[in-house]
Structure formats: C-alpha cells, structure tokens
C-alpha cells in the first residue's frame, strides 16, 4: 500500500512539472522582453547622463526614440528568430508528451490489471525509475530552452544596437533610446511622432540580417 501510495504521489510530480513546463513555454516571449527591459533602463541611464554633461548643449544634442520589442516582432529576420525558438522548444516538448503517455499506460497496467504481488512490485519500480527519468529529461529541457532565451536575448540585442546606430549615423543623432513600453518601464513619457526611428530600425535590421 505504501508502495502505492509513492506511485500515485511521483505521478502528480509527473503532472506538476508538466503544467510548470507548459506556462514556461506560453510565457516565453514575456521572458525575453524581461531580459530587454534591462536594456532599456541601461540606455535610460546612458542617455541621462549624456544629456547632463557639460560638454553638450541642448542644442547640439540631437535624441530620437525607437521601440525594441516591435523591432523584434515587426522585423522579418525577429519573425524567424522567435519562430525557430518556437521549434526549438516544441521539438522539446514533443519527447515529453511521448514519455508522459508511457507513463500513463504504465500506471493505468499497475491500477487496471490483476496483478501478482511480485508484478506489480516490479511495475511499480519500473514506474519510479522512469518518473524520475523523466523529471531529470524535463529539467534538462527547461534549461536548454532558456540557455537558448539568453544566446537569443544577447545576439539580437547586439544586432538591433547595429542598426540603431547606423540609422542614427545616417540621419544625424547622437543618440537613440528605446522607449519602453507601458507594460514595462516607459523611459520616455513624450516625443513627437518625427522622432520615432522603429520602423527605420526595422528596415535596416532586416537588411543587415538578411
């Protein structure tokens, strides 16, 4: 019975990790527009302080705005980043649905079958080993779909940092700050509409990243 009983409780850590990796995999792009935000409080501070020294005058000192996060949706070559990162954990996930239906008919032979004693001893060892197997292939997973979050995170950050600075060079800025968005940090409370740079920023992003 108590052998039972640690049979029934691996099963609900079976379910549980489950659900945690499911909400891992709907909130993903929320995570990785967490990770940006640090960006942006960064260039917030950046650009505070260029804008206080001495050396520049309000005249002189010529600031656009752009917006990250639509960078990455809007530009084709962000499109196929979040699409392969997409495959990436589905193709993950794909594996954990197959060992979780062997795991469900493992339980269901222990539960619905008559069984000897002896049997459903050594089903329910066999059950034990591959929960655990399975709890160590799910964290696995988790990691590497995270490991593959921040390659992502700090490629593209890098990549839209080169466009926004050749936009910038081209059409006359000594600066470009994201301007947040009003579910995160907005750095910037106003600007008039000539001053925002995204759709520049997406077009020069996709051709450096054709």
């Known amino acids: 019975m108590v052998r039972l009983v640690c049979v029934v409780y691996l ?7 489950n659900q945690k990796d499911q909400k891992d995999e709907r909130n993903q792009w929320e995570e990785l527009m967490g990770r940006i935000k640090v960006i942006r409080l960064i260039g917030g501070a950046v650009l505070w302080l260029a804008m206080v020294s001495p050396g520049l005058s309000a005249e002189t000192f010529k600031v656009a705005v752009m917006d990250q996060q ?3 949706e809007q530009s084709k070559a962000g499109k196929r980043a979040l699409e392969e990162l997409k495959s990436y954990s589905m193709a993950r996930q794909k594996i954990v649905n197959a060992d979780e239906q062997e795991l469900k008919e493992l339980q ?4 619905g079958e008559k069984l000897t004693d002896s049997v459903k001893q050594e089903k329910q060892a066999q059950l034990q080993v591959k929960v655990e197997a399975y ?3 799910v964290a696995d997973f988790r990691r590497e779909v995270q490991q593959k ?3 992502m995170v700090i490629d593209y950050s890098k990549k839209i940092q080169s466009a926004a600075q050749a936009v910038g060079e081209k059409s006359g800025y000594d600066a470009i700050i994201d301007k947040g968005a009003e ?10 509409p000539a001053l925002d740079l995204t759709n520049q920023v997406v077009k020069e992003f996709d051709r450096q990243n054709k």
């Not at 269901?108 to 539960?111: L, P």
């Open 183 to 192: 579910a995160a940090v907005k750095i910037v409370i106003y600007h008039q």
């Open 149 to 151: 979050q921040r390659e």
């Open 70 to 72: 639509m960078v990455i």
């Open 135 to 137: 709890q160590r292939r």
């Open 108 to 111: 269901d032979a222990i539960q």
């Open 11 to 17: 099963v609900g850590l079976v379910n549980e990790t």
